[in-house]
């Protein structure tokens, strides 16, 4: 069975880490922790670290839905 944690940050569930041989593999279960999905990280607090370097970072400007572009 595989060792998972659960990573928060601030009151939001940044997402979950899986322990793998090569470290601990990262799933996004928010949104604005996608850019970290599926990474490996040495250790359980590299991912938090990430987590928590990300959460300091300015919100970037929401992505148009599928099928929604530019209106000419």
Known sequence: MADAFVI??????????????SGVRFYASDRDFHDLDGKIFKNIRAARQAVERL???????????LGQ???A
Do not use: F, K, N, Y
């Not at 928060?8 to 041989?21: F, K, M, P, Y």
């Not at 970037?60 to 839905?65: D, G, H, K, L, Q």
């Open 8 to 21: 928060q940050s601030a009151d939001l569930t940044a997402g979950i880490v899986v322990v793998e041989r």
């Open 55 to 65: 959460q300091r970072t300015p919100a970037r400007p929401a992505r148009p839905e």
């Open 69 to 71: 572009g530019h209106a």
